[in-house]
């Protein structure tokens, strides 16, 4: 499942088609930082996160997990890490639209992704597939 904060654009025309594009794990863990902070700026005096599945003791607060994004190393940095401050794995997880597997890298096909765009994101498996589907002009 496409989530939307997965992908989140706000400045594109939902009408203007993409160029297609390969999206990998490596690639959102490198915006994770900076869609947080798209997603939650400013931050306001929110109530706390509380989350026992990532060890929180204390409640702990948007803002502080925005500077715990910014200090991670995106190029080294896993899945299962940034899942361990945010305390979910939405922020990484790339699903298949096609075979509902989890996978490390998705082609995006469609529009911009948005809340309501009409973006499909498919496996490699899935795209080979589909490359060798016959198709013959006036079937
Ligand atoms: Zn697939």
Known sequence: MLTAHSFQNRSGSMSQPTTMKI????DLIRE????????YEP??????????????????KKKEIAEMLDAIDAETATPADIAAIIG???WTRLTCHECGKDTDAVLTVGQEPDYE?????????????????PWRENQ
Request: net charge positive.
């Open 43 to 60: 931050f306001r005096d929110d109530r706390p996160i509380f989350s026992i599945r990532n060890g929180y003791r204390q409640p702990i």
């Open 88 to 90: 979910n794995e939405s």
């Open 23 to 26: 999206t990998t794990q490596r």
């Open 117 to 133: 765009s009409h973006t499909a994101c498919l496996c490699a498996p899935c795209v080979k597939r589909a490359a060798s589907i």
């Open 32 to 39: 994770v930082a900076a869609r947080w902070r798209q997603q």
